[in-house]
T-cell receptor, first 113, second 115 residues
Framework: ETGVTQTPRHLVMGMTNKKSLKCEQH?????MYWYKQSAKKPLELMFV???????ENNSVPSRFSPECPNSSHLFLHLHTLQPEDSALYLC????????????FGPGTRLLVL | AQKITQTQPGMFVQEKEAVTLDCTYD???????LFWYKQPSSGEMIFLIY??????QNATEGRYSLNFQKARKSANLVISASQLGDSAMYFC????????????FGSGTRLLVRP
């Protein structure tokens, strides 16, 4: 089992749809992250969960709703998205101590029509 | 505010040669960490190497080494004996060594290895 997995890998949705992105880590980490990567922009940190508590929320619109039911799973619930939300969404995990080196999943490529 | 600058949008290297990817950073913190990631066209961000600001030796991981020059605030990645599979985007990133979890990423350098 690879370290960090994400499903689905590709998603096309309309602006009125509701969908969820799933992330699972098998590294025994206790912090998890959501990032957004748009074309020609640096990675943007969206949310951080540490020990299952949200510790960072970087001015993300409310149409993105994270959920961390346990230290191994992270979800990003999507509703009424806009075309500009089309991007690669990357999940990562790390330990809460030390260097906090983040290990990333393969990402979900999202297209909002 | 922290900032990472990667001035090379694209680089070419001949297979089996070494290549240096530049990274400079700006921070007023004394304690921080520097990271390099590789992103192939598949999208996954692959962790390559880490350097702590108080580490006296430059970090090395296999064919990757980090040329850390603290006074110049640079953290260049050196890839030795380039392989075709090294063709990818490379991102430099930094994190404050406090309670923050936030990684600040540069804009990346696209490396193309020629056969």
């Amino acid at each position: 089992e690879t370290g960090v997995t994400q499903t689905p890998r590709h998603l096309v949705m309309g602006m009125t749809n509701k969908k969820s992105l799933k992330c699972e880590q098998h590294l025994g980490h206790n912090a998890m992250y959501w990032y957004k990567q748009s074309a020609k922009k640096p990675l943007e940190l969206m949310f951080v969960y540490s020990l299952e508590e949200r510790v960072e929320n970087n001015s993300v619109p409310s149409r993105f709703s994270p959920e961390c039911p346990n230290s191994s799973h992270l979800f990003l619930h999507l509703h009424t998205l806009q075309p500009e939300d089309s991007a690669l969404y990357l999940c990562a995990s790390s330990q809460v101590e030390g260097s906090k080196t983040q290990y990333f999943g393969p990402g979900t490529r999202l297209l909002v029509l | 505010a922290q900032k990472i600058t990667q001035t090379q949008p694209g680089m070419f290297v001949q297979e089996k040669e070494a290549v240096t990817l530049d990274c400079t950073y700006d921070t007023s913190d004394q304690s921080y960490g520097l990271f390099w990631y590789k992103q192939p066209s598949s999208g996954e961000m692959i962790f390559l190497i880490y350097q702590g600001s108080y580490d006296e030796q430059n970090a090395t991981e296999g064919r990757y080494s980090l040329n850390f020059q603290k006074a110049r605030k640079s953290a260049n990645l050196v890839i030795s004996a380039s392989q075709l599979g090294d063709s990818a985007m490379y991102f430099c990133a930094m994190r404050r060594m406090d309670s923050s979890y936030k990684l600040i990423f540069g804009s990346g350098t696209r490396l193309l290895v020629r056969p």
